[in-house]
T-cell receptor
Framework: AQTVTQSQPEMSVQEAETVTLSCTYD???????LFWYKQPPSRQMILVIR??????QNATENRFSVNFQKAAKSFSLKISDSQLGDAAMYFC??????????????FGKGTHLIIQP | DAGVTQSPTHLIKTRGQQVTLRCSPK?????VSWYQQALGQGPQFIFQ???????QRGNFPDRFSGHQFPNYSSELNVNALLLGDSALYLC??????????FGPGTRLTVL
């Protein structure tokens, strides 16, 4: 079974600075997807960024980027120029590639990100 | 364009009762997944419905069952409620792709 581990229960960063959230996973599959989701106090889960395992290039979305190390099974999220609106729970998630659309996601326990003004 | 909607927002039940939660997928989506998120934890996959059939299932007992209707909306049913079933229940929809769009969730409290 696949597992996702987030070892940082809470992180704090000053506004406008950069923060990196860590995630490791375990799988025997060679093709899969990795995601970072954001869950603010409103509870709505929002996709931040995704990475296909077959792609060597790290995904980026504006201020958000990932460092995907397939051999080490590591998938960290870097948030640059942190903003107050970035404060939320961040979840790392894994999905196998089945070729038939979205599969059930396996989530980590989350990292609570605090932005200090 | 309406996103994923869930009802009710919050409900309270007692042990042993049965509950039904509802989900309407994002317009154009045909696949619905359900997740349980206990307090302070990440969501756990319950099951996924596609073409009115259960396509995948996570490690949940048979007390958890579901249904998908021809309009792609879905229900999650939980029988014989336990205190441990108290959680936020999230619905997510997708269409022929990897990205799942989540609803705001239903907070279930079992007393």
């Amino acid at each position: 079974a696949q597992t996702v581990t987030q070892s940082q229960p809470e992180m704090s960063v000053q506004e406008a600075e950069t923060v990196t959230l860590s995630c490791t996973y375990d799988t025997s599959e060679s093709d899969y997807y990795l995601f970072w989701y954001k869950q603010p106090p409103s509870r709505q889960m929002i996709l931040v960024i995704r990475q296909e395992a077959y792609k060597q290039q790290n995904a980026t979305e504006n201020r958000f980027s990932v460092n995907f190390q397939k051999a080490a099974k590591s998938f960290s999220l870097k948030i640059s120029d942190s903003q107050l609106g970035d404060a939320a729970m961040y979840f790392c998630a894994y999905s196998p590639y089945s070729g038939g659309g979205a599969d059930g996601l396996t989530f980590g326990k989350g990292t609570h990100l605090i932005i200090q003004p | 364009d309406a996103g994923v909607t869930q009802s009710p927002t919050h409900l309270i039940k007692t042990r042993g009762q049965q509950v039904t939660l509802r989900c309407s997928p994002k317009s154009g989506h045909d696949t619905v997944s359900w997740y349980q998120q206990a307090l302070g934890q990440g969501p756990q996959f319950i099951f996924q419905y596609y073409e009115e059939e259960e396509r995948q299932r996570g490690n949940f007992p048979d007390r958890f069952s579901g249904h998908q209707f021809p309009n792609y909306s879905s229900e999650l049913n939980v029988n014989a409620l336990l205190l441990g079933d108290s959680a936020l229940y999230l619905c997510a929809s997708s269409f022929s792709g990897v990205e799942q769009f989540f609803g705001p969730g239903t907070r279930l409290t079992v007393l």
